[in-house]
């Protein structure tokens, strides 16, 4: 009984041990194809692009498989951005900052503002992480080189700038109010702000989530937002509290009316 015991034991130990081992090596590996099937998976859920989702896909391998996904330009992305632009109505722009999973709830049925992450690019990339080894033909999506330029954030700042670009009319931003710093210049939305172009877009409208009815669009980071702002496109801002935009989400009122 004893000897079994230990053998037991000794079998555990094995086990674990290869648990351990195993993983890191299968991190480092490829992921093509489970790459691949995501993002058709995501492409084919739009109607205008599902019938050339391989043509997507193609285009984006393209602009980073075999490289180094270090020092990754953003300008490698364009000709994705020139062959497969935005389609949404251009004056129901909604921007966010801090916001992700709130505007994510807001926007969720696309049927009047829309984010960057309910566009087709947006909507396949979003959470995802992908970059290309030089010498290679694979996709990777786990143990990247960790940089601060790579293939994920070029591709976000090109995807903001081009999202701003296209932005007309009128154009609204979802900031948290709850936070030390509502505009933060280091994040996308400041690339965003900066591409902003009059008299392509006539107004902003910055929708600051707030805990309670305190007013905070005086905060001062918000005045760094006016001065990147092109000064002829009118800025408003207003306090809408968290609990007001989870009922407009419950009871569908998806539309500015939830803040005016």
Known sequence: MELKIKLA?????????????????????????????????????????????????STFEKTYVGKDPCNFPEEAYRPLFEDYPFTHSCDKTMFWSDTKDLVDQFCKERNHFVPL???????????????GKKSSKDTFIC????????????????????????????????????????FDPTRNFAVEVKNLAFPRVKSLTVILVIKNNNAACSHESLQVLRNLLHPNIHYDCRTVTRSKILECIETGTTTDACWT
């Open 143 to 182: 143990l990247c080189k960790t940089c601060k330029i790579n293939t994920v954030s070029s591709f976000w700042v090109r995807a903001s700038a081009e999202f701003a670009k296209y932005a007309c009319g009128h154009a609204n931003v979802l900031l948290d109010g709850a936070i030390s710093k509502p």
């Open 117 to 131: 992450q309910n566009t087709l690019l947006g909507n396949i990339l979003d959470d995802q992480k992908w970059c």
């Open 9 to 57: 034991i000794a079998g555990g130990v094995l086990l674990l041990a290869v648990v351990v081992i195993v993983p890191p090596a299968t991190l480092l590996s490829p992921r093509t194809s489970q790459f691949r099937k995501t993002f058709r998976r995501r492409c084919e859920a739009f109607p205008q692009t599902s019938q050339r989702c391989e043509q997507v896909l």
